[in-house]
């Protein structure tokens, strides 16, 4: 598994959050809510992709901390927008599984720079 297959994983899954967006906003269901889901999603997206173009290992560690962090939050708003019913349940938990597998990705990365920690 390299860095860029992390960073196109996580790029395909926020198009697929800015469809449910974009949906959300059209039926006018829960603004905040569907504004905070893009947020998290598309700082998914942006630090895996800030990561892959560090120098430093560190910063690539870095990046991909704040990655998973934001897969973590993107993770609990699909879990209360399951729990709410403000979109297709079939949707939401196929959302919730790519979500899950993009996280375990970062996760191995994380532990790759466990060293780097102490």
């Known amino acids: 598994m390299t860095e860029t297959s992390i960073n196109a994983r996580a790029f395909d899954f926020s ?3 800015i469809k449910v967006y974009l949906g959300m906003e059209e039926k006018q269901r829960s603004y905040i809510l569907s504004q905070k889901l893009l947020e998290s999603s598309k700082s998914i997206t942006s630090y895996a992709d800030m990561a892959i173009r560090e120098t430093s290992r560190m910063m690539l560690m870095q ?3 704040k990655a998973y962090i934001n897969a973590r939050e993107t993770q609990r708003w699909l879990k209360l927008l399951e729990s709410t019913e403000l979109i297709d349940p ?6 919730r599984k790519e979500c899950k597998k993009l996280i375990k990705m970062l996760k191995k990365v994380r532990k790759g720079f466990t060293p780097y920690y102490n």
Do not use: A, D, S
């Open 15 to 17: 198009q697929k959050l």
């Open 90 to 95: 079939i949707e939401v938990k196929r959302l």
């Open 63 to 65: 990046g991909m901390e």
